[in-house]
Structures are given as structure tokens and as C-alpha cells.
């Protein structure tokens, strides 16, 4: 389910130290887009953020919720997507270093991909 607008404000609002936020609706989810790549999704009113091999220490956290994933065939594809704690919420300045960590991730794996 695409996030509610209210949400999505929200977001924005606290994750203005990144720059601009660029929200778009896409197979049922919202992508967070910022400096021109995805390091971000919402679903059902939870925030995912990109983890690779680099950040993912940083994300230890994190690890105890579910990744986002999707149902292909019978199997569960979980993405490089790791839902944020709900705490962050309520600490703007560690949201917003867990969301600058994903979006150097999603830099990362958007350079590692042949054009």
C-alpha cells in the first residue's frame, strides 16, 4: 500500500538534512528518491532504507525487524530494503544519519550498476 501523504510530509520534514525528497508511488509502495537514486521505501506506514556490505553494521539494529520483501513463484525475495526502528521517530538527528547512511548505500550500488 502507497504511503499516506501525511506520512510521506512528515518524512520530509524530518529528513530535510538530506536535501530535497522526491516521493514516488510504484508497485504498491512509495520510493524515497534523493540526489537521483531510491535509498528509501514506504510500506505500510513502516520506512525501509538501502543496507549494503558497507552500512550494514550501522544497521545492526535493525536486523531484528523484517526486510521488505516480496512473494515470486512461492518463494520470499527479501531486498537490500531494512525497516528503520519505530524509535527513530522520535530522534530526528539519528533518523537522519540512518537515512544519510542508506542513501550513500544507494549511491554505491547505483555506481556498481553497468549503464
Known sequence: MAAPDSFVDFLRDQLAPLGPLSPRRMFGVTGLFCEGVMFGV??????????D?????????AEALPPLSYEKQGRVIDLSFWRVPDRL??????????????LAAAHRVAGSRPR
Do not use: S, T
Not at 514506504?42 to 543496507?51: G, K, P, S
Open 89 to 102: 521517530f522520535d530522534e530526528p538527528d539519528e533518523l537522519a544519519d540512518w537515512a544519510r547512511a542508506g
Open 42 to 51: 514506504i510500506a505500510e506506514d513502516a520506512l525501509y532504507l538501502r543496507v
Open 53 to 61: 556490505d558497507h552500512n550494514r553494521a550501522a544497521f545492526q539494529e
